[in-house]
Structures are given as C-alpha cells and as structure tokens.
C-alpha cells in the first residue's frame, strides 16, 4: 500500500521507477477528481465538496449521498443541465 503515499510525496519526481499501481493510481485520480467537481456542479455545490472525503468514514459517506442526489433542473450556477433538451440548451 505503500505506492498510495509514493505517488503524493513523489508528485514532481521524476527519477527513478514506478510500479504499476502506482501509476494507474495517477491516471485515474484527475479525471476520478474532476468527475467528481462536476457531479457536486450538477447539485448546484462548490467543488470544495470534494474535501469532505478526507474525513474517515463520515465525510465518504456524506459525498456518496450528494453523488446520489438528482441534479438541479434547468440551469444553475455552473451551467446548464447535462440532461437538458435541445430546447432547454437554448433557453440558456
């Protein structure tokens, strides 16, 4: 488990060798953290959020029930719906 922190504390090193969780780990965190700002846009939250997961327990389950939440209707402060009508994509 030890490639997990390797990653964080090796961020901007660019000596030495990865192993391959290391690296997938950093392939998936970006998108894995931008997929995750624009569902908590969808909900009309700030990306800030997101930092609730660093609370154990707690702060995983309370954005795992944000995930779930249906988004606002029509359009909110980070834009229009991603499951807006043409018609609705319009209006905005």
Do not use: C, K, N
Not at 25 to 50: A, C, E, N, Y
Not at 84 to 92: D, L, R, S
């Amino acid at each position: 488990m030890h490639w997990y922190t390797d990653v964080i504390r090796r961020y901007a090193d660019f000596d030495g060798r990865a192993g391959r969780p290391e690296f997938w780990w950093l392939v998936v965190f970006l998108p894995g953290l931008g997929v995750d700002i624009r569902r908590l846009h969808d909900t009309d939250r700030s990306g800030w959020w997101v930092l609730l997961g660093l609370i154990p327990l707690a702060g995983g389950l309370v954005l795992l029930v944000l995930f779930a939440l249906a988004g606002t209707p029509g359009p909110g402060w980070y834009g229009r719906s991603p499951s807006a009508t043409p018609v609705e994509q319009v209006a905005y």
